[in-house]
């Protein structure tokens, strides 16, 4: 019996799948494979540093902007670094952020 497991999943799969999403309209989803196509050279580790710094409290303005900046530099991740720009922009609008 022959098991799926997500590191199963290639970067061309879901850039497919992405694609199949935007031209039926589902523009979100579309966003999200194509984050998760980005994420696929991310070494594990680095995604779950990653994860926990998005939990609210948890990081700084200035460390989820150097995250966002290392995800694009290193890694080519522009989809994945705008993303987290963006949580840390409504972080920063909500208080969001651990206390200094």
């Not at 039926?24 to 540093?49: C, K, M, Y």
């Amino acid at each position: 019996m022959q098991t799926n497991s997500f590191a199963d999943i290639s970067t061309a799969t879901l850039q497919s799948q992405a694609a199949k999403a935007r031209d039926a309209g589902f523009v979100q989803l579309s966003h999200n494979f194509l984050r998760a196509a980005e994420l696929t050279v991310v070494p594990d580790n680095e995604i779950l540093a990653i994860y926990e710094l998005l939990r609210p409290g948890r990081s700084t303005h200035a460390e989820l902007c150097t995250t966002a900046d290392k995800l694009e530099l290193i890694y080519g991740a522009s989809e994945t670094a705008a993303f987290v720009r963006d949580a840390a922009a409504e972080y920063l609008r909500r208080n969001l952020f651990r206390p200094q």
